[in-house]
């Protein structure tokens, strides 16, 4: 059985950092599972936030955290990180990694076959 399990999510102020992540199990992590982090606001659809290639070597960032988040991954933990500096109480938002059996970063949350439950981050301002 599948499963991602966040942590990391936490109150902070506006400008301050946080580092969430991801631990997979039931999977082979590094057999080519591309990642990525969505986030969803109260009242929003989820959107996506960064995704990464199952080696690591290629990411995507949306335009509203490019230059602010860094995603990155351990294949040798089964784990996914979101460095995430600068925070605007925009990024407020419950934050879900997910993963896809495939060589592409997908975009769209109907790509992705597995989820984790969430994990919350609060940027006060």
């Known amino acids: 059985q599948v499963q991602l399990v966040e942590s990391g999510g936490a109150l902070v102020q506006a400008g301050g950092s946080l580092r969430l992540s991801c631990v997979a199990s039931?999977?082979?992590?590094?057999?080519?599972?591309?990642m990525a982090w969505f986030r969803q606001a109260p009242g929003k659809e989820r959107e996506f936030v960064v995704g990464?290639?199952?080696?690591?070597?290629?990411?995507y960032y949306a335009d509203s955290v490019k230059g602010r988040f860094t995603i990155s991954r351990d294949n040798a933990k089964n784990t996914m990180y979101l460095q995430m500096n600068s925070l605007k109480p925009e990024d407020t938002a419950v934050y879900y990694c997910?993963?896809?059996?495939?060589?592409?970063?997908?975009?769209?949350?109907?790509?992705?076959?597995?989820w984790g439950q969430g994990t919350q981050v609060t940027v006060s301002s």
């Open positions: 997910a993963a896809r059996p495939s060589l592409r970063i997908g975009s769209g949350v109907y790509e992705y076959n597995y």
């Open positions: 039931g999977l082979t992590f590094n057999n080519y599972y591309a």
């Open positions: 990464i290639s199952w080696s690591g070597g290629s990411t």
